[in-house]
């Protein structure tokens, strides 16, 4: 295997992977052949990662298992699910999609996860984890149910694996007898350590054709007999459990498998020839290393999780943990104020500002308890968990859990802080309702990645979370305009009594001076930080920064709202009696958000006004970077100067002529 200590900043030399278009021309492939092509694929996704930014960490660790996936399974046609997607770039690279991986996660190129409508060999469009088990048997049923011999694989990270819905999947398969493969991934981020020679030597014998055939016809001779098969069945099962973790999948009813080393690319092959044509669950684990081949990733996989673009001057700094290494960007813990020779302060990332603030806030009240479903580095719970490690869980990705739990320690007088991605706690929303919300438990929810995130597309935009939590009674919603209100936010949301949530934008903030102390802002008042005519723009969170230049452009009057949910009744009344028009703006989808509890509380008051809600159209926005989306969605400054000239003739007269802008 070749290593490598630097990303390639010029495309590397690959000719044998030249020729593959489809994995059809893989299968034809010698064991030499398929080495060297495991090589040049390692070499390429390096290289076109580093062109365009995104997860490789995952993907140079399973180029082996990829290479002999598509080498002893006859894909399309055999159905291949990747959990979670990050691994599949590897895969992408071999169906068809090599030239086109610079420009993955760009505006307009490839998906950064597998996408059924990008290509035949994407079974399954993933972007949540923990899914494949589930959508591979269906696969495999309905293949049943059409009498089909096509062959389903489901490969998953041990990450993965500890999602509830992922052992649903398990046990359902087990009890259905589907013709299934499970690929446990575990490149020991996660589970199960080393077990040693005896479980490789144990792996080589179980996939071997004449235990295979000695286990088969056993059972033919064996089930005659009462009590033998079910006898042979344990002993054999207590064999496996002394040298490896078979026990508990045997016991849910797979056929297992392993461990083997994912990096012995022969190993893999005969493995999967040999388990491709058993029938029933069956299960594999394969042990792989995450960075496998890039030795800066290798020593930090979790820092090399995936990278920005690089630009060729500084490529070579990847190698030396260098300024554009993930680990060279990680958020300094203390507060940032205003810059030597700067009048304005330096613009921070708003998950920074709620890492301090949990910090500063736990060693003021013992009672605060930070809880996150497996997003401890992209929440900016790292400082948190090493100061305050008794009173930090991360429960790892199971979001049902991580809410219940809350609700828990909330009936005991805690003060738990669930941080949570604004696309992830949609997996927890019967918990949020039924076990907090119905309780009136008194649990903060930050929101992190709130609005469009960006390159990780439609899956992972925080899109919908005003319209779910609007309708939830009791809930307290808030939204930041900048560093400053976030740090009083998540105050105000932590003293309510009650569930309360503050949602924040991925990124920087337009930076605003953050106070040290841990004073409330008040829930349920707006501030107007503009005065115009006619018109009013009604500006929720991030949104502000962009409201505020239309309405310099506009002579419009500037509220930010601040509060979402209760809205400031008599900062939308006074809006409504001194203007002709009303316009919401809110990085949320239209349906639901925050402009729909405008447009109620109107109607409730008997107030006839022209409203303009903007937002987030009623489509899914694909991927690209968030300046992008915003225009695409009209909701820069531009969009949504346009999207007000656009009115009808009657509300034109509010709107001063283009010429004096």
């Given at each position: 295997?070749?290593?490598?200590?630097?990303?390639?900043?010029?495309?590397?030399?690959?000719?044998?992977?030249?020729?593959?278009?489809?994995?059809?021309?893989?299968?034809?492939?010698?064991?030499?052949?398929?080495?060297?092509?495991?090589?040049?694929?390692?070499?390429?996704?390096?290289?076109?990662?580093?062109?365009?930014?995104?997860?490789?960490?995952?993907?140079?660790?399973?180029?082996?298992?990829?290479?002999?996936?598509?080498?002893?399974?006859?894909?399309?046609?055999?159905?291949?699910?990747?959990?979670?997607?990050?691994?599949?770039?590897?895969?992408?690279?071999?169906?068809?999609?090599?030239?086109?991986?610079?420009?993955?996660?760009?505006?307009?190129?490839?998906?950064?996860?597998?996408?059924?409508?990008?290509?035949?060999?994407?079974?399954?469009?993933?972007?949540?984890?923990?899914?494949?088990?589930?959508?591979?048997?269906?696969?495999?049923?309905?293949?049943?149910?059409?009498?089909?011999?096509?062959?389903?694989?489901?490969?998953?990270?041990?990450?993965?694996?500890?999602?509830?819905?992922?052992?649903?999947?398990?046990?359902?398969?087990?009890?259905?007898?589907?013709?299934?493969?499970?690929?446990?991934?575990?490149?020991?981020?996660?589970?199960?350590?080393?077990?040693?020679?005896?479980?490789?030597?144990?792996?080589?014998?179980?996939?071997?054709?004449?235990?295979?055939?000695?286990?088969?016809?056993?059972?033919?001779?064996?089930?005659?007999?009462?009590?033998?098969?079910?006898?042979?069945?344990?002993?054999?099962?207590?064999?496996?459990?002394?040298?490896?973790?078979?026990?508990?999948?045997?016991?849910?009813?797979?056929?297992?498998?392993?461990?083997?080393?994912?990096?012995?690319?022969?190993?893999?092959?005969?493995?999967?020839?040999?388990?491709?044509?058993?029938?029933?669950?069956?299960?594999?684990?394969?042990?792989?290393?995450?960075?496998?081949?890039?030795?800066?990733?290798?020593?930090?996989?979790?820092?090399?999780?995936?990278?920005?673009?690089?630009?060729?001057?500084?490529?070579?700094?990847?190698?030396?943990?260098?300024?554009?290494?993930?680990a060279a960007q990680a958020p300094a813990s203390?507060?940032?104020?205003?810059?030597?020779?700067?009048?304005?302060?330096?613009?921070?990332?708003?998950?920074?500002?709620?890492?301090?603030?949990?910090?500063?806030?736990?060693?003021?009240?013992?009672?605060?308890?930070?809880?996150?479903?497996?997003?401890?580095?992209?929440?900016?719970?790292?400082?948190?968990?090493?100061?305050?490690?008794?009173?930090?869980?991360?429960?790892?990705?199971?979001?049902?859990?991580?809410?219940?739990?809350?609700?828990?320690?909330?009936?005991?007088?805690?003060?738990?802080?669930?941080?949570?991605?604004?696309?992830?706690?949609?997996?927890?929303?019967?918990?949020?309702?039924?076990?907090?919300?119905?309780?009136?438990?008194?649990?903060?929810?930050?929101?992190?990645?709130?609005?469009?995130?960006?390159?990780?597309?439609?899956?992972?935009?925080?899109?919908?979370?005003?319209?779910?939590?609007?309708?939830?009674?009791?809930?307290?919603?808030?939204?930041?305009?900048?560093?400053?209100?976030?740090?009083?936010?998540?105050?105000?949301?932590?003293?309510?009594?009650?569930?309360?949530?503050?949602?924040?934008?991925?990124?920087?903030?337009?930076?605003?001076?953050?106070?040290?102390?841990?004073?409330?802002?008040?829930?349920?008042?707006?501030?107007?930080?503009?005065?115009?005519?006619?018109?009013?723009?009604?500006?929720?969170?991030?949104?502000?920064?962009?409201?505020?230049?239309?309405?310099?452009?506009?002579?419009?009057?500037?509220?930010?709202?601040?509060?979402?949910?209760?809205?400031?009744?008599?900062?939308?009344?006074?809006?409504?009696?001194?203007?002709?028009?009303?316009?919401?703006?809110?990085?949320?989808?239209?349906?639901?958000?925050?402009?729909?509890?405008?447009?109620?509380?109107?109607?409730?008051?008997?107030?006839?006004?022209?409203?303009?809600?903007?937002?987030?159209p009623d489509r899914f926005i694909e991927h690209?970077?968030?300046?992008?989306?915003?225009?695409?969605?009209?909701?820069?400054?531009?969009?949504?100067?346009?999207?007000?000239?656009?009115?009808?003739?009657?509300?034109?007269?509010?709107?001063?002529?283009?010429?004096?802008?």
């Amino acid at each position: 295997m070749k290593l490598f200590d630097e990303i390639p900043v010029e495309r590397p030399a690959t000719p044998l992977l030249d020729t593959i278009d489809t994995p059809d021309a893989l299968r034809s492939m010698s064991t030499t052949q398929l080495r060297t092509l495991a090589d040049e694929l390692r070499a390429y996704l390096l290289y076109s990662v580093g062109c365009s930014g995104g997860h490789f960490g995952a993907g140079l660790g399973v180029i082996e298992l990829t290479v002999a996936l598509h080498h002893a399974l006859e894909t399309p046609y055999d159905r291949l699910v990747w959990d979670v997607g990050h691994q599949a770039y590897p895969h992408k690279i071999l169906t068809g999609r090599r030239e086109a991986m610079t420009t993955i996660r760009q505006y307009g190129g490839l998906a950064a996860f597998p996408k059924r409508g990008e290509s035949e060999y994407d079974t399954f469009g993933v972007g949540h984890s923990s899914t494949s088990i589930s959508a591979a048997l269906g696969m495999a049923l309905a293949a049943r149910t059409r009498g089909e011999k096509r062959r389903v694989c489901a490969v998953i990270g041990d990450g993965a694996l500890t999602a509830g819905m992922a052992f649903e999947a398990l046990a359902h398969a087990g009890h259905v007898d589907a013709n299934l493969l499970v690929i446990l991934n575990d490149n020991e981020m996660s589970i199960s350590e080393n077990v040693g020679g005896m479980a490789t030597y144990l792996a080589r014998i179980l996939t071997s054709a004449p235990y295979i055939t000695v286990r088969e016809g056993g059972k033919k001779v064996l089930s005659k007999l009462p009590g033998a098969l079910e006898l042979a069945r344990r002993t054999e099962e207590h064999v496996k459990g002394m040298v490896s973790p078979a026990t508990l999948f045997e016991e849910m009813g797979f056929n297992y498998i392993g461990p083997i080393d994912g990096h012995d690319l022969p190993g893999l092959v005969h493995a999967l020839r040999t388990m491709r044509d058993l029938d029933g669950p069956q299960f594999l684990h394969i042990k792989t290393s995450k960075g496998k081949g890039f030795r800066p990733a290798e020593a930090d996989p979790i820092g090399y999780h995936a990278i920005t673009k690089l630009e060729k001057a500084n490529a070579a700094e990847i190698g030396q943990g260098g300024p554009q290494s993930p680990a060279a960007q990680a958020p300094a813990s203390a507060k940032s104020g205003p810059s030597s020779g700067s009048s304005r302060p330096k613009p921070r990332k708003f998950c920074n500002v709620f890492g301090d603030w949990l910090c500063d806030m736990a060693a003021a009240d013992g009672r605060l308890i930070g809880i996150t479903p497996a997003m401890r580095e992209g929440s900016d719970l790292v400082r948190f968990s090493q100061e305050y490690p008794e009173r930090y869980y991360d429960v790892a990705i199971a979001e049902q859990h991580a809410l219940t739990l809350a609700a828990g320690m909330a009936c005991e007088g805690m003060k738990p802080v669930v941080a949570i991605y604004s696309t992830f706690l949609q997996r927890g929303y019967d918990q949020l309702i039924h076990d907090i919300a119905v309780q009136h438990l008194d649990v903060t929810f930050a929101i992190d990645r709130a609005g469009l995130v960006g390159e990780d597309g439609p899956t992972h935009h925080g899109a919908l979370d005003l319209s779910y939590l609007r309708c939830v009674p009791g809930m307290v919603i808030l939204a930041p305009a900048d560093e400053a209100e976030c740090r009083a936010m998540l105050s105000a949301a932590y003293h309510h009594s009650g569930p309360a949530a503050v949602r924040y934008p991925r990124g920087t903030g337009p930076g605003s001076e953050i106070p040290v102390h841990l004073d409330a802002l008040e829930i349920g008042r707006a501030e107007r930080r503009r005065k115009g005519s006619k018109i009013a723009l009604l500006a929720f969170g991030s949104l502000n920064t962009p409201a505020a230049e239309a309405a310099e452009r506009l002579d419009a009057t500037h509220y930010n709202m601040r509060s979402v949910k209760p809205l400031d009744r008599q900062a939308v009344l006074e809006a409504a009696r001194e203007h002709e028009l009303l316009v919401t703006l809110e990085e949320n989808a239209v349906a639901g958000g925050a402009g729909s509890g405008v447009n109620e509380l109107l109607a409730d008051e008997g107030v006839q006004v022209a409203v303009l809600n903007l937002g987030i159209p009623d489509r899914f926005i694909e991927h690209g970077k968030p300046a992008q989306l915003l225009h695409e969605c009209g909701l820069d400054a531009e969009g949504i100067e346009a999207a007000i000239r656009r009115r009808p003739v009657s509300t034109q007269e509010s709107v001063p002529p283009e010429a004096g802008k």
